[in-house]
T-cell receptor, first 114, second 115 residues
Framework: EPEVTQTPSHQVTQMGQEVILRCVPI?????FYWYRQILGQKVEFLVS????????KSEIFDDQFSVERPDGSNFTLKIRSTKLEDSAMYFC????????????FGNGTRLTVT | AQSVTQLGSHVSVSEGALVLLRCNYS??????LFWYVQYPNQGLQLLLK??????LVKGINGFEAEFKKSETSFHLTKPSAHMSDAAEYFC?????????????FGQGTELSVKP
């Protein structure tokens, strides 16, 4: 069964550094998402992406965050200048359509900011 | 605004015992409802969903959940727990009419299964 893949599984970075989290959604899916889960807290929506543009973003997704689909397969989340509070598990997700297809999640990237 | 509450951040049951994980939602219009499971070091896997039709829905691994509009609940059950059921379980909602998109998650319930 096709799956969403995320790399790396664990990323450690120093505060202030830029980090790029990578995702390969399921190949025929059209809608892409990033969620995050701070340790011990809820899974929170960050951003949705469709037709090469952001369709919705949360309050968390400020100017330090950006997303990109640089080619036909990858979907990336960039954090320009990481803060300690960005430490979390970041999940990528995709779906084929909004009406009949639930989200498929990747295994996540654990980001640790020191 | 929609919200989801899962009662109990940690539930422990013995192998073979009934599993009951509670989920209540708040929404002006009954949403679509989902249960996801997260095994250690893995992503979120869809267990089951309710959109329309029969209010008792069956999912993978012997789990089922019942949508009760009057109680705004969508509790997850399994008659007999197995050691492999140990994981974190998340209830989630999305506005009616879509299944993909911005999910609102509960805080999760960690299920432990004792031998």
């Amino acid at each position: 069964e096709p799956e969403v893949t995320q790399t790396p599984s664990h990323q450690v970075t120093q505060m202030g550094q830029e980090v790029i989290l990578r995702c390969v959604p399921i190949s025929n899916h059209l809608y892409f998402y990033w969620y995050r889960q701070i340790l011990g807290q809820k899974v929170e929506f960050l951003v949705s992406f469709y037709n090469n543009e952001i369709s919705e973003k949360s309050e968390i997704f400020d100017d330090q965050f950006s997303v990109e689909r640089p080619d036909g397969s990858n979907f990336t989340l960039k954090i320009r200048s990481t803060k300690l509070e960005d430490s979390a598990m970041y999940f990528c997700a995709s779906c084929l359509s909004l009406n009949n297809s639930p989200l498929h999640f990747g295994n996540g990237t654990r980001l640790t900011v020191t | 605004a929609q919200s989801v509450t899962q009662l109990g951040s940690h539930v422990s049951v013995s192998e073979g015992a009934l599993v009951l994980l509670r989920c209540n939602y708040s929404s002006s219009v009954p949403p679509y409802l989902f249960w996801y499971v997260q095994y250690p070091n893995q992503g979120l896997q869809l267990l089951l969903k309710y959109t329309t039709g029969a209010t008792l829905v069956k999912g993978i691994n012997g789990f089922e959940a019942e949508f009760k509009k009057s109680e705004t609940s969508f509790h997850l059950t399994k008659p007999s727990a197995h050691m492999s059921d140990a994981a974190e379980y998340f209830c989630a909602v999305i506005r009616r009419g879509v299944q993909g998109g911005k999910l609102i998650f509960g805080q999760g319930t960690e299920l432990s299964v004792k031998p």
